[in-house]
T-cell receptor, first 112, second 116 residues
Framework: DGGITQSPKYLFRKEGQNVTLSCEQN?????MYWYRQDPGQGLRLIYY???????QKGDIAEGYSVSREKKESFPLTVTSAQKNPTAFYLC???????????FGAGSRLTVL | AQSVSQHNHHVILSEAASLELGCNYS??????LFWYVQYPGQHLQLLLK??????LVKGIKGFEAEFIKSKFSFNLRKPSVQWSDTAEYFC??????????????FGTGTQLKVEL
């Protein structure tokens, strides 16, 4: 069935390590997004991509990196430069020109 | 930059009580407005949306929201809540662009707990 798959669901990382979160979609949507969800802060946009091989910084891009080599994939790397990486990360996708996002189930990252 | 405010962070209601969750945004131009809901253990999903036309929009599960342009508000309402409405609710705003493209700005969320 169509949707967005995020993996892993739970991830533990030691300080100083980079980690990559996977996001795959089979909706054939052009646009993909990464949000970070923290209690009491809602969802904040990290990076987004409107088309393959192109992406833009969101509101809190520092310490993160992305790539968009394929339409269906938009991995997020949380680097050691991210000061407070423990959070719930949500990936989303939307059709070109559409305004409704479809979200994945999320990945919970805990830095030990 | 656009911003979204949800003033109620935690709301506790008894079943059958009426619900109204506030949402205000700061942007003077044309906006698209959304309410998303996150039930415990489930994906974030769209509850309802407003693009244009009738400012009173109906969503799933008996929810509705009213866009009041003069107040920059998009409050969510339900006449009678059920225990199954327990969830976190997020208001979101997108600036309408001619060529499309999204950059949704979300509010901080309201955690609703409905007690039996």
């Amino acid at each position: 069935d169509g949707g967005i798959t995020q993996s892993p669901k739970y991830l533990f990382r030691k300080e100083g390590q980079n980690v990559t979160l996977s996001c795959e979609q089979n909706l054939n949507h052009d646009a993909m997004y990464w949000y970070r969800q923290d209690p009491g802060q809602g969802l904040r946009l990290i990076y987004y991509s409107q088309i393959v091989n192109d992406f833009q910084k969101g509101d809190i891009a520092e310490g993160y990196s992305v790539s968009r080599e394929k339409k269906e994939s938009f991995p997020l790397t949380v680097t050691s430069a991210q000061k407070n990486p423990t959070a719930f990360y949500l990936c989303a996708a939307a059709a070109a020109g559409a305004n409704v996002l479809t979200f994945g189930a999320g990945s919970r990252l805990t830095v030990l | 930059a656009q911003s979204v405010s949800q003033h109620n962070h935690h709301v506790i209601l008894s079943e059958a009580a009426s619900l109204e969750l506030g949402c205000n945004y700061s942007y003077g131009g044309t906006v698209n407005l959304f309410w998303y809901v996150q039930y415990p253990g489930q994906h974030l999903q769209l509850l309802l949306k407003y693009f244009s036309g009738d400012p009173l929009v109906k969503g799933i599960k008996g929810f509705e929201a009213e866009f009041i342009k003069s107040k920059f508000s998009f409050n969510l309402r339900k006449p009678s809540v059920q225990w199954s409405d327990t969830a976190e609710y997020f208001c979101a705003v997108n600036i309408a662009r001619p060529g499309g493209g999204n950059k949704l700005t979300f509010g901080t969320g309201t955690q609703l707990k409905v007690e039996l």
